[in-house]
């Protein structure tokens, strides 16, 4: 999908980086971190500041009852592209993830409009609300209610660590209505593409300039506990002990092991929380619990592991007397790119003479659950180091500009083609 008019084409990547730079400044801990937390003062700030670049851009705005913000370059026609990423920043983090993909797209806008390209689809720029799980718990907020893969109830009820809900947050933050209507129909995008980070080291590695993703992976979030009668660490010998820790660990190495050894090799494992009661020295474990996020691009072998590490736990559990408990947190399927973003990305590389390289996005994204209503594809820039979610994230200049004439020469391609 390649528009034909389009052999001039000019990124405005100094006011871009200026946009960047002015966005981190709504943050709660000072530059060069970026803390923008879901629906709180920084984060409506940051809010307003990108409604206003979007109708700068002359694109008419809208925001949903979840807060997902929409600016929509009308088309001649019937049909709409979608792109974008979200605003909102782990408390520490840098300025680069997604939103090179929110004002990137109304950067990609502008260059269009300044080149003469109209539109036969309309071009939406998203701004997703609530990509990090900092608040809630629960990442891709915004886009799993478009996408309808969780339950506009569940979220309203929501608390955070304060006990505050998501129904009062939104309201606070202005935001009112049905959450359940926010969800898409199938017909509402043709196509959504997103442009983000790559978040990891490939493309500096490999020395290419533009990451065309196949395929976003995807986790199944697992919270496991033992729990014994523990006891006094000298007290309690070894053959009677009900230990809960040692089960455990025992189970965090099994998993770590299906990861190496699934036949995917996109397939891991991480056990990022342990927790342990009483947590005392001198006393024997009496409960025990851990997470595991396992993703990966094949449902069937991510299935694989998950379905390895909870017969162990029920086997370890009854071999040693324990009580055991296991909650899903989540299980989201993974999503491939669709071939025909796939070969709109690889031509504007190839329009613009940029080296790429296909590349499987291990983090998600909420492209992810786009694809359960539209095709779906992403656009990588490389990212230094592969460093994310850090005060030192840097994506240069150059690599933003060279990513936004691929996103904008996409739209384009995507807006106009069959």
Not at 174 to 181: I, K, N, Q, V, W
Not at 240 to 264: G, K, M, W, Y
Not at 377 to 394: A, C, L, Q, T
């Amino acid at each position: 999908m390649r528009p034909s008019h389009l052999d001039e084409l000019s990124i405005d990547v100094e006011r871009l980086t200026g946009e960047l730079d002015q966005l981190a400044t709504y943050s709660d801990t000072p530059a060069p971190s970026v803390t923008r937390v879901l629906f709180t003062p920084r984060d409506v700030e940051g809010r307003a500041y990108v409604k206003a670049l979007m109708r700068d851009a002359g694109l008419s705005v809208r925001e949903d009852a979840a807060g997902n913000i929409f600016g929509r370059w009308q088309g001649r026609a019937d049909g709409a592209v979608g792109t974008g990423s979200h605003c909102d920043a782990i408390p520490h983090a840098g300025k680069y993830d997604g939103t090179v993909g929110v004002l990137g797209g109304i950067a990609a806008v502008r260059s269009l409009k300044a080149a003469g390209f109209s539109p036969r689809r309309s071009i939406d720029v998203i701004m997703f609300t609530s990509e990090e799980p900092t608040r809630f718990g629960i990442g891709c907020v915004g886009s799993r209610l478009l996408g309808g893969a969780i339950a506009a109830a569940g979220v309203d009820a929501l608390t955070d660590a304060d006990g505050i809900s998501f129904a009062t947050a939104r309201s606070q933050a202005g935001y009112e209505g049905d959450l359940a209507a926010v969800e898409l129909t199938e017909q509402h995008y043709d196509f959504f593409v997103e442009l983000h980070i790559e978040q990891g080291p490939e493309l500096e590695r490999q020395g290419k300039d533009i990451g065309v993703v196949s395929a976003i992976a995807a986790p199944a979030s697992l919270r496991v506990s033992f729990e014994g009668d523990g006891g006094h660490a000298g007290t309690v010998l070894m053959g009677t002990r009900q230990d809960a820790l040692v089960p455990l660990a025992r189970l965090i190495a099994l998993a770590e092991d299906l990861a190496r050894t699934s036949e995917n090799p996109d397939t891991v494992a991480t056990t990022g929380i342990v927790e342990v009661h009483p947590g005392a020295i001198n006393s024997i474990p009496r409960r025990a619990t851990a997470t595991f996020d396992i993703r990966g691009t094949d449902l069937t072998a991510r299935q694989r592991v998950v379905d390895g590490v909870l017969d162990e736990a029920r086997r370890l559990a009854d071999a040693r007397g324990l009580g055991l408990e296991v909650e899903t947190i989540n299980a989201d399927p993974p999503a491939e790119t669709h071939p025909a973003i796939v070969d709109a990305v690889v031509a504007a590389c190839e329009d613009e003479r940029f080296g790429h390289t296909s590349l499987v996005s291990r983090a998600y994204h909420d492209a992810l659950f786009m694809a359960r209503k539209v095709p779906m594809g992403m656009i990588f820039v490389p990212s230094k180091d592969g460093i994310s979610h850090r005060p030192d994230e840097f994506t240069t200049p150059d690599e933003i500009r060279r990513g936004v004439a691929v996103l904008a020469r996409t739209l384009a391609g995507l807006a106009d083609g069959a």
